[in-house]
């Protein structure tokens, strides 16, 4: 089936630092979600992207659609101790279906 | 919050035995979804809904059908369980086909299960 490749896997910074992280696929998608998932619960949307090249931010979060519609990124910037958890990718295909990344486990050094 | 409940949140079965998982949404959204989360594999489609009475097969369906009599509920069935059908199960909603926020996923707080 369809795949997106997240990267990284996990990241263990300091608090205070920037956070980087992207998705890239072979498969054109339409939209791009990123979500963040805290341990016991289901994961939240962060920010969607609908055209290729838009940057969106959400507070200290900015997410690019790539010009080439086959990859995103997310940065985190200033990062606190509650921005813990494990942030998802996820592109839309035909229809309603999404497809996920396998995730970017984030740690924060206080 | 999206006003999705799943039920059970916990449980513990044996092989072999029927499980039945509920999702129950309050906002009258036309699709439904069900993922299984496992270490690895981000979260995999099992099964979607369109509409009442409307679904279609995710990626991972073998071993589970679902059913959805009205727009609130969407369940989720595992006819005879097994070891490998451990997993989280999420719930989602969307509110319908076509571009844009459309397309957003929200998600419900999950089911664990467990089978022994």
């Known amino acids: 089936g369809q795949q997106l490749n997240q990267s990284p896997q996990s990241m263990f910074i300091q608090e205070g630092e920037d956070v980087s992280m992207n998705c890239t696929s072979s498969?054109?998608?339409?939209?791009w979600l990123w979500y963040k998932q805290d341990p016991g619960e289901g994961p939240v949307l962060l920010i969607a992207?609908?055209?290729?090249?838009e940057l969106t931010s959400n507070g200290r979060l900015t997410a690019q659609f790539g010009i080439t519609r086959k990859d995103s990124f997310l940065n985190i910037s200033a990062s606190i101790p509650s921005d813990v958890g494990i942030y998802f990718c996820a592109g839309q295909l035909r229809g309603n279906k999404l497809v996920f990344g396998a995730g970017t486990i984030l740690r924060v050094k206080s | 919050d999206a006003g999705i409940t799943q039920s059970p949140r916990h449980k513990v079965t044996e092989t072999g035995t029927p499980v039945t998982l509920r999702c129950h949404q309050t906002?009258?959204?036309?699709?439904m979804y069900w993922y299984r989360q496992d270490p690895g594999h981000g979260l995999r489609l099992i099964h979607y809904s369109y509409g009442v009475k409307d679904t279609d097969k995710g990626e991972v369906s073998d071993g589970y059908s679902v059913s959805r009599s009205k727009t609130e509920d969407f369940l989720l069935t595992l006819e005879s369980a097994t070891s490998s059908q451990t997993s989280v199960y999420f719930c989602a909603i969307s509110f319908g086909q076509g571009r844009g926020t459309n397309n957003e996923q929200f998600f419900g707080p999950g089911t664990r299960l467990t089978v022994l």
């Open positions: 498969s054109i998608f339409n939209t």
């Open positions: 906002e009258n959204h036309r699709y």
């Open positions: 992207l609908y055209k290729a090249g």
